[in-house]
């Protein structure tokens, strides 16, 4: 509304200014060269100024364009060529995603064609030869891409990737610290930190760790789960040398991972050899309550080494009321039985894992075999209870990338990936080292029973086929 009456007053004002001016009197004299005169009314005089002034604007408007006219081609057709260029991309990109080499390539060379110097064409013709498995022209691509600013991260990701694929570890490493150091993006970082776990550089992990808290590439729960695990690593290596260090590493592992059952057992066995066993002791019974772990109990049944087999016993006894519903509570009860040679007490504490309606694991199945073969030496029940633990499931383990293993370790043997390992059950069938696959099955007993089982496993494959 009011744009409308600006409109009216500025078109009224004209108007009255139009009218003023050609009721004025008198003429405007123009001279000529050769003595022309021409008399015209004011009005006519402006008029005539007004079309000279816009002519004037209409001829340099005209000539100015006719001037520009061969860079504004240009420009049209170079964005035409650029539109052509990403179209092209985008179909390239999209194909090969989808696993169509032939398109991708076609539409990398059109993409070359208009867009001779864009970074998104090297990253295509890189996936391309992925696809193709040239990881050579793979290698070029990335390569060419850390050659400009804007590609360089994602060139050295991609070389980063093809060095892992070909199993060259330090060029994985040289590449994710050359990333790390531009920027502390989290693949680098994680990278760094696999790198120095399987080269077992503890003191490089904990500032990589540091370098990644403070790039936000880990959350602080993740950061100091990492830095229990690395700190359990160093007191397991320190504990020989220097035991003081390795205590005060394994407490403050503790500290930030309460949970970290490695660390828990260091302490104890630390603590024993220190001469504090009660300490030792009162630390592992308050942790196997919390988590009747085999590592914890292993630690408490070597916190006095120079007990009778009978004290070793009633010490077990007592740590075993801890958690009584455990399995691990009758299992270590009735191994400390079968070396007092108590073999009713070792019955008891196998009962209720065996019991009618329970499913015993392939060690408590073992255990059953080893009392009755010390027992009554060797009888039908000591292989009927072999076959049962040959089809038994298994028992948990430490679980790290498909590899199985007796005892923790801080990193991943495979990736070298840390804090890896995991207390879990293997999977069915077992794959795992060639040394664990005998994991519960005592040392003095196994090359006797390892007979038996085997003669079991027969039989029972025999009574299949039948």
Known sequence: MLRLLVFLAALAA????????????????LEWPLGHEYKITPAVGVLGAIGAVTAAVLASAVIAYFYRAPSLLARS?????????????????VAAGAGHVGAAKRAS???????????LTYLLRAQIAQLEGDRVGAETAFHEMTLLSETRLLGLRGLHIEA??????????????????LAPVPWAGHALLEHHGSNANWEEARVAIEANLKAKAIDLPAAQRLRAVVETALAM??????PSEALHLARQAVKRAPSLVPALALIGRLLARHGDSAKALKLL????????HPDIASAYLDAAPSESNAERLARVKKLALAAPRATESGVIVARAALSARDFATARRALAPLVAEGQTPTAQVCLLMAEVEDAENGPSGPVREWLARGSRAPRDPAWIADGVISRSWAPASPVTGKLDAFVWTTPPEPIRGPAEDVHAGIPAAFLTRQERLLEAAEIEAESGAAE
Do not use: T
């Open 14 to 29: 004209v108007s009255i200014g139009l009218h003023w001016l050609v009721e004025q009197p008198g003429h405007i004299i």
């Open 285 to 292: 019974e308050k942790a196997y309550a919390e988590n009747p």
């Open 77 to 93: 057709s170079r964005s035409k060529r650029r539109e052509k260029g990403f179209q092209a991309l985008s179909r390239g990109i």
């Open 109 to 119: 060379r059109e993409a070359e064609k208009h867009l001779p110097k864009e970074p």
């Open 164 to 181: 892992k694929r070909r199993n060259d570890a330090e060029a994985a490493h040289l590449f994710a610290d050359q990333a790390h150091q």
């Open 237 to 242: 290596e320190k504990q020989v040398d220097s």
